[in-house]
């Protein structure tokens, strides 16, 4: 059974730092990119950023230059390291793995940035 475990989501401060973590099981991450994506209240889950099985990375222009994803193979997790973060980042965080068969889904994880 696939799973994805979010982990590390919290309440900061505009300007502060998170660091969010996704653990997944099985072979999954050796097979699949692996992606964080967020939904704020009232609106659609959006991408926020992939990374491939080689280290490929992609990323929202929104959290371009703020946000690194990064991949560890040997602990099976993704990360996100969210810096100067802003009010308009706050939401859930879903962690995914997809490949060209399918798509599975953590069930997220709470970001809060507010003073």
């Known amino acids: 059974q696939v799973q994805l475990v979010e982990s590390g989501g919290g309440l900061v401060q505009p300007g502060g730092s998170l660091r969010v973590s996704c653990a997944a099981s099985?072979?999954?991450?050796?097979?699949?990119?692996m992606g964080w994506h967020r939904q704020a209240p009232g609106k659609q889950r959006e991408l926020v950023a992939t990374?491939?099985?080689?280290?490929?990375?992609n990323y929202a222009d929104s959290v371009k230059g703020r946000f690194t994803i990064s991949r560890d193979n040997t602990k099976n997790t993704v990360y996100l390291q969210m810096n100067s973060l802003k009010p308009e980042d706050t939401g859930v965080y879903y962690c995914?793995?997809?490949?060209?068969?399918?798509?599975?889904w953590g069930q997220g994880t709470q970001v809060t940035v507010s003073s």
């Open positions: 099985g072979s999954i991450f050796s097979t699949h990119a």
């Open positions: 995914n793995a997809h490949s060209q068969f399918n798509s599975y």
């Open positions: 990374i491939t099985r080689g280290g490929s990375t």
